[in-house]
């Protein structure tokens, strides 16, 4: 008898651990302090003090296992040759010899005979676009952004935000100088004075100004500035520009004395200062190291990172599966559609009473919106066959460095397709020049005419998204991102100092049903718009996704998880979204004494007073 009592229990455990819910709520309830007031600070209450919890700024933790047994299975298969799986595999195994034989990578040498170090004709440019090549968008940045105003991409040319001086301390001492090119110690040492001012020059650009953005030819910025861009994009991009080729400088003053730092010194200060630069570059910014557990994965991140687009449909062909991925297809569209009628009704109220015409065009572009999961679809295999082409130089007797500048080289051009306006276009490639790079993706992108949205799988993984779970756990975080990149796609209006902020303004107080948002920008430009007034376009946007969720007639579930938790579904859609996000501006405030701009479904699901 008392056996058959214990049955009940045991087989109601059993059946526990295979619950979705219940696994993400173990994840999601383990570090909260629930004796914390939610009121007073929710960071703290969601996510704990020290926790180990995973967002998705850290999601290559969730990743990392995945992809090791990815390439590990490789090795035990019959790989075609030249394959992509051979291709992969190859940089993978090269990485483990490297470190089994404890190996020091001269990627100086490696890259040597590619970059323009030679005194005679150096221009910083030049080098600086050699090496920009392999992927490395420190000291300037550059990525393709659609412009309205054209109907195509065009590279935009911003300022780089030289973040510490530990990240641009590219040299030991005179000592490694000397060892490194060869000169004695006198020479060495007028080299060290050169190279710590030209440093010195480039943090001092921090306190510029970074948004003032305008068309500008690069004959303009050659004849008129002094800049000769062409130089760099020429190399960047593999072609001949036209001097009437047009580019988008965010901050022109930026460019002018980014130029004059690096004509400030000597052309082998500045060369031996770039130089120095790539090999951090490529043995610590782009492979950081941020736990011990980091270096199990050396090698897996090393090959995510240099042939992502290659490693990312590998893993949805080998790990995932055409079904799962399908499945990912059906709950991100079902997502979308959602956000999207959220949108459409806010538009067809037009709560500012504007034009007709204006509302329609408004509601042609939301239409016209589209979302895939991982790339644009691509017909008859194209995808694959693309990338076996593009690695098809890979050689056998590569070593490691050569190899890896290959797939680096490589995988900057697919970064680039955009500027080229070509269909291969997958969230994988849209490299901006991130210092440091990303180690997974980590936010959807606009392509095609900037109306079609990819949605990286990396952030479809547990506990960002969940496919089996509540339909909770599926939309704070996605429908937020979703609904970001919809408000981008909305703003057809070059977003240049011309345009003023006014159309920004208007669109956003068309979405803005509980009046969150304030313009605080000096109205300068739309850009300054969405930097001075991220915090109200949030609140914005995360009450469209709590909407959409929430409001009458939503087709999600509604059922309370009574027998796993006490949270309610209000609360664990903020929960949900603070862990994975790291954000709480929808109960913060700029006022500290009277925080009234609380965002009212936040207050009602913890029971907060509207003021604190």
């Known amino acids: 008898m008392l056996l058959l009592g214990i049955l009940p229990i045991i087989n109601g455990q059993s059946a526990g651990l295979f619950s979705a819910n219940k696994r993400i709520l173990d994840l999601i309830q383990k570090p909260m302090i629930e004796t914390m007031d939610p009121c007073k600070d929710f960071k703290y209450y969601a996510k704990g003090e020290k926790t180990k919890l995973t967002s998705r700024f850290e999601a290559h933790e969730m990743m990392n296992p995945k992809f090791m047994a990815l390439f590990e299975q490789l090795k035990y298969r019959t790989l075609e040759p030249g394959s992509l799986e051979e ?7 090269a990485c483990q010899v490297a470190m089994e034989r404890e190996e020091v990578i001269n990627y100086w040498e490696a890259v040597q005979q590619n970059v323009s170090l030679s005194v005679e004709g150096f221009h910083w440019l030049v080098t600086l676009g050699q090496l920009r090549r392999y992927g490395m968008g420190l000291v300037l940045q550059m990525s393709p952004e659609f412009d309205h105003q054209s ?8 300022a780089y935000r030289f973040i510490t001086r530990e990240r641009y301390a590219v040299w030991g001492d005179v000592d490694w100088l000397t060892r490194q090119l060869g000169v004695n110690r006198t020479q060495a040492k007028s080299l060290y004075k050169d190279m710590t001012l030209l440093q010195d020059g480039l943090l001092g650009l921090n306190s510029m100004e970074r948004y003032n953005r305008r068309r500008m030819t690069l004959d303009e910025l050659k004849t008129k500035h002094g800049i000769p861009m062409e130089k760099y994009l020429e190399i960047v991009l593999g072609r001949p520009l036209t001097p009437d080729y047009e580019v988008l400088v965010d901050n022109l003053n930026f460019l002018v004395a980014l130029n004059r730092v690096m004509t400030s010194q000597s052309p082998v200060a500045v060369a031996t200062y770039l130089m120095g630069l790539f090999v951090r570059f490529m043995e610590v910014l782009s492979l950081e190291i941020n736990n011990p557990r980091d270096y199990e994965f050396v090698c897996v991140n090393m090959v995510r990172n240099a042939m992502r687009s290659a490693s990312y449909l590998l893993y949805e062909e080998h790990v995932l599966g055409a079904a799962k991925v399908q499945e990912f297809e059906t709950e991100v569209q079902r997502v979308f559609k959602a956000i999207k009628a959220q949108f459409d009704q806010r ?4 709560r500012l009473n504007l034009s007709i015409p204006h509302i329609l065009s408004l509601q042609e572009i939301l239409n016209s919106i589209t979302v895939n999961v991982g790339s644009m679809p691509i017909k008859d295999g194209g995808r694959r066959q693309y990338l076996t082409r593009l690695y098809a ?9 050569t190899i890896r500048l290959k797939a680096l080289e490589k995988q900057s051009r697919l970064g680039l397709e955009k500027e080229h306006n070509l269909k291969f276009v997958d969230s994988y490639t849209d490299i901006a020049g991130r210092d440091p790079p990303e180690a997974v993706p980590i936010h959807p992108i606009l392509t095609g005419n900037a109306t079609a949205i990819i949605v990286p799988l990396s952030i479809l993984a547990e506990p960002f998204f969940t496919i089996r779970g509540h339909d909770i756990f599926k939309m704070s975080l996605l429908g937020y991102l979703l609904a970001n990149e919809v408000l981008t796609a909305l703003f057809p209006y070059p977003k240049l100092p011309h345009s ?4 920004y303004n208007e669109l956003l107080g068309l979405l803005d049903n509980r009046q969150l948002y304030r313009d605080r920008s000096p109205c300068i430009s739309p850009n300054e718009c969405e930097m001075s007034n991220w915090r109200e376009i949030s609140l914005v946007l995360l009450n469209i996704v709590y909407d959409a969720y929430f409001s009458a007639g939503s087709t999600f579930n509604q059922t309370q998880l009574e027998d796993l938790t006490n949270k309610s579904l209000k609360q664990l859609f903020f ?5 994975n996000t790291d954000w709480t501006y929808f109960m913060d405030s700029y006022d500290t004494d009277k925080r009234s701009d609380i965002l009212e479904p936040f207050a009602e699901a913890f029971n907060c007073p509207k003021i604190l």
Do not use: P, S, T
Request: net charge negative; proline share 0%; with cysteine.
């Open 393 to 401: 130089d890979f050689q056998n007797d590569d070593d490691l460095a």
């Open 347 to 350: 538009l067809e109220a037009n």
């Open 575 to 579: 929960i949900d979204f603070v862990q």
């Open 500 to 503: 003023g902020c006014q159309k």
């Open 87 to 93: 291709k992969v595999l190859r940089l993978y195994n």
């Open 151 to 158: 109907g195509k991409y065009m590279l935009m040319l911003g």
